[in-house]
């Protein structure tokens, strides 16, 4: 089973500010890495796809990068709306595994 | 308004059994795998498994085996997981999340509202 890391655990920003979270593989997944953010009481939203793959609707301030074992989430300048928790997700191999998670609150 | 809905919520006694249900509203689940991932209170996402919704076939996580169970009936475009011999650490969210078209390992681009199964005597 690919393991999957996040760090940092909790990322404390000024809205308008920058905020870059990470995630790691265990193993390559190619590109088959996929970012998603989940509110209080919400069910995950898509964001990125394939690494690097805005999905339907997202906004341009958010932008995935890396392939491999390394990823990059990149909000450019934070809303009060995303302030959330991110999980990466990597679907290049069975059983598919999900980060523990990166929480973006205000600081 | 394309989207994907799932059954309301669920208190089951431990050793019980408890079905969720998940349809696609304003397309039909027709050509796509349908994921299953839980989470338990204040914790991460867990992939338990997916059904291809034209073939019926199904691939579970290993933890989940034996345990669960996903199905669908293409009459009613409904995808529905079992999970059997409940334990109290089964009292998680349940979601369902639409995956791809060209094989199930693809992006889960549409969730579900989730089905929160709470298990207690």
């Known amino acids: 089973e690919i393991v999957m890391t996040?760090?940092?655990?909790?990322?404390?920003?000024?809205?308008?500010?920058?905020?870059?979270?990470?995630c790691r593989a265990s193993q390559s997944v190619g590109s088959d890495l996929a970012w998603c953010q989940q509110k209080p009481g919400q069910a995950p939203r898509l964001l990125i796809y394939g690494a690097s793959n805005r999905a339907t609707g997202i906004p341009a301030r958010f932008s995935g990068s890396g392939s491999g074992t390394e990823f990059t989430l990149t909000i450019s300048s934070l809303q009060s709306e995303d302030f959330a928790v991110y999980y990466c997700q990597q679907y290049n191999h069975w059983p598919f595994t999900f980060g523990p998670g990166t929480r973006v609150d205000i600081k | 308004?394309?989207?994907?809905?799932?059954?309301?919520?669920?208190?089951?006694?431990?050793?019980?059994?408890?079905?969720v249900s998940c349809k696609a509203s304003g397309y039909t689940f027709t050509g796509y795998f349908v994921h299953w991932v839980r989470q338990a209170p204040g914790q991460?996402?867990?992939?338990?498994?997916?059904?291809?919704?034209?073939?019926?076939?199904?691939?579970?996580?290993?933890?989940?085996?034996g345990r669960v169970t996903v199905t669908r009936d293409t009459s009613i475009g409904t995808a529905y997981m079992e999970l059997s011999r409940l334990r109290s650490d089964d009292t998680a969210v349940f979601y369902c999340a639409r995956g791809g078209k060209?094989?199930?390992?693809?992006?889960?681009?549409?969730w579900g509202q989730g089905t929160m199964v709470t298990v207690s005597s």
């Open chain 1, 6 to 22: 996040q760090s940092p655990v909790t990322l404390s920003v000024s809205p308008g500010e920058r905020a870059t979270l990470s």
């Open chain 2, 1 to 19: 308004q394309v989207q994907v809905v799932q059954s309301g919520a669920e208190v089951k006694k431990p050793g019980a059994s408890v079905t």
């Open chain 2, 44 to 65: 991460g996402l867990e992939w338990m498994g997916w059904i291809n919704f034209n073939s019926g076939g199904t691939n579970y996580a290993q933890k989940f085996q």
């Open chain 2, 102 to 110: 060209v094989g199930p390992y693809t992006p889960f681009d549409m």
